[in-house]
């Protein structure tokens, strides 16, 4: 079972989107299929770095995206198997707790026969008139007693193991739903779980300021055409370390879509929230990124803020409107700064 990725990209830039959706699968001979559409919109979007990366390595090997690589491609980059992954834990669960039951119940049974041996012999030792019976009969219950002891040790020793077993399920379960809330890429909150936030500080705003960060790499695609989507994955890694760092533990980090990142921050005043933007910003453009292997400079890389300040009586819409506003003021007015609302 999978679940096709969410897009929110405004109206203009879907319909940008969809003219260059129809020239790429028109230039390679793509079918105009949902897989197919869903990869070129990922690919053009540039949503989906490591999607991107294998689309291009594949055209520039002039191999011909057919239904078989379509299928391949959209289950390892944009199929979100994490549903897969609950239902094998919860069925490994309920596996490990019928098992349980079974060996308690069991234990149970053998422990109640026991008893009623017990029982037996006790009303059996009252009739007895020589040494020699009650010496068997207390021999009997030894043996019961025994026993009993064996299974007591035997069921310890399953509960033991069924205790290891659930931890080691617990873990899996915690893996799992980090991974359903973590964009693979920079390690921040994926989308989704940028809404939950936004949505939760919305509710739960209590009379004291909060504000929504949107931050947009300058000339990213650039970036990508000159040095690689290698190199622009690198960016937008080392740019979400940067938010990371100077983001309060109360905040919450995201990627919200392609280059373009949020930070959510709950009980932090318009200033407060300018002043983190702002050591990001700076911290940026300080940065002198390198290539890896030849240490060849990639050139400064800057990105623009836009901040907008929550109301009561808004709705996550609006705060994200007008902080995309904000956004794209700084954008038009020299890129490489940091705007309020």
Not at 216 to 242: A, E, M, P, R
Request: net charge negative; aromatic share 4%.
């Amino acid at each position: 079972m999978s679940i096709i990725t969410s897009y929110d990209f405004s109206e203009d830039q879907n319909s940008h989107f969809l003219r260059q959706i129809l020239l790429f699968l028109a230039t390679h001979k793509m079918l105009p299929t949902p897989i197919n559409y869903a990869l070129s919109y990922e690919h053009v979007s540039g949503s989906n770095q490591k999607l991107s990366a294998a689309i291009d390595s594949l055209l520039k090997q002039h191999k011909i995206i057919d239904k078989e690589i379509s299928i391949k491609l959209y289950n390892k980059f944009i199929s979100d198997n994490s549903l897969e992954s609950f239902n094998k834990i919860n069925q490994d669960l309920e596996q490990l707790i019928n098992n349980t039951r079974n060996i308690v119940s069991e234990t149970g049974q053998k422990a109640s026969d026991a008893g009623i041996v017990f029982e037996e012999q006790a009303a059996t030792v009252t009739s007895i008139k020589t040494s020699n019976g009650l010496q068997e009969v207390i021999s009997e219950i030894a043996n019961e007693a025994t026993g009993l002891a064996t299974i007591s040790r035997s069921l310890k020793e399953e509960l033991d193991s069924a205790n290891q077993e659930m931890d080691l399920l617990r873990k899996e379960l915690i893996k799992v739903r980090e991974s359903a809330s973590t964009d693979a890429l920079t390690g921040l909150l994926n989308r989704g779980a940028f809404d939950k936030a936004l949505d939760d500080m919305i509710d739960q705003a209590s009379g004291s300021e909060s504000c929504l960060v949107m931050l947009d790499l300058d000339h990213f695609k650039l970036v990508n055409d000159t040095h690689g989507h290698l190199i622009g994955d690198s960016v937008l890694k080392y740019t979400g370390n940067l938010l990371k760092k100077h983001a309060e533990p109360h905040h919450f980090s995201a990627r919200y879509g392609g280059e373009e990142l949020a930070v959510v921050m709950p009980n932090t005043s318009l200033k407060r929230s300018a002043e983190i933007a702002e050591k990001i910003r700076v911290a940026l453009e300080h940065s002198r990124l390198k290539k890896k292997n030849s240490s060849e400079s990639i050139g400064k890389i800057t990105v623009s803020i836009g901040i907008s300040r929550l109301n009561t009586s808004d709705t996550a819409e609006d705060l994200i409107m007008r902080a995309d506003n904000a956004l794209y003021q700084a954008k038009e007015t020299g890129r490489n700064k940091v705007v309020l609302e």
